[in-house]
């Protein structure tokens, strides 16, 4: 680890794990208990459509497919609230009319020379020290909408009939999952890749439930493990030549059947 340490895109790297995971923990634990994995799913795609769009206007990448993001999310959720017999057909026109976008987008960039498999899979080793600091606002920005609404989100998550007849601004804190989800999912392509970004998002979080039933311990647990397996992965990609990104979620399956085949045992004790 120290060897890696050496070098300045390694930093960047671990950075950029660090700030991912601790949104990975909080949003994704969200998504999972509200059963949105579809849906971020959708979004995760529909962001390629950001991606290509920056490429071709010339504008920088993170930014603009936060905007682009935000947007589809908003979208996608005014589209499915209240109409859940609908949603899934809608999610999956937006998951893929943002990937087609997105490829044309790059196609019609003049002079286009990105490498497009740093995005699909990942690119956390050449994440630049600008994004990183964008990424930390991006962090301050989830952490601090999530602790303010937290005992909302609470209700919404486990009894939306009863928030809603509390007061809760139920469909307006959809929208904000949503919107929260389209930013931790950007973020998190910087370090999986648009293909693998869903699994990043929900494999810890799914490992945290395994072994509590608080949402705070969840994302609290989600959020370490899903650094544990950002690290391990990096270090695995290092020492083996490997594709980051994959190697990274490699792990966190591997820690996930792990956790879950530990979990079988000790209740069979």
């Given amino acids: 680890m120290m060897e890696m340490m050496g070098f300045e895109f390694m930093r960047n790297a671990l950075a950029a794990a660090l700030l991912a995971s601790l949104a990975c923990g909080i949003i994704g634990s969200l998504v999972v208990v509200n059963r949105q994995v579809f849906m971020a799913g959708g979004v995760a795609h529909a962001a390629y459509g950001g991606v290509g769009l920056a490429f071709f206007l010339g504008l920088p990448v993170l930014p603009c497919t936060v905007g682009f993001t935000v947007c589809a999310a908003l979208l996608m959720a005014h589209a499915a609230f209240g109409r859940q017999e609908r949603s899934d057909a809608f999610v999956g026109v937006m998951w893929a009319g943002g990937m087609a976008a997105g490829i044309i987008l790059m196609d019609l960039t003049p002079g286009y020379n990105v490498d497009l498999m740093s995005y699909l899979f990942g690119s956390i080793l050449a994440v630049p020290r600008t994004d990183i600091w964008l990424m930390l606002g991006l962090d301050a920005l989830i952490v601090g909408l999530v ?115 530990l979990r079988a045992a000790w209740h069979k004790a």
Avoid at 162 to 186: C, D, K, M
Avoid at 198 to 219: C, D, G, Q, V
């Fill in 147 to 261: 602790w303010w609404h937290f005992k909302d989100f609470l209700a919404l998550s486990f009894d939306p009939e009863f928030a809603r007849s509390t007061g809760v601004p139920v469909q307006g804190l959809y929208y904000l999952l949503q919107a929260l989800t389209a930013l931790t999912v950007v973020m998190v392509i910087q370090v999986a890749g648009l293909i693998l970004v869903i699994a990043l998002l929900t494999i810890p979080p799914m490992l945290a439930e395994l072994w509590t039933n608080s949402l705070i311990t969840m994302m609290i647990w989600a959020s370490l493990a899903s650094l544990v397996f950002c690290l391990l992965g990096l270090t695995v990609s290092y020492r083996f030549d490997l594709t980051s990104g994959a190697s990274i979620i490699a792990v966190a399956t591997l820690g996930y059947l792990a956790g879950w085949g």
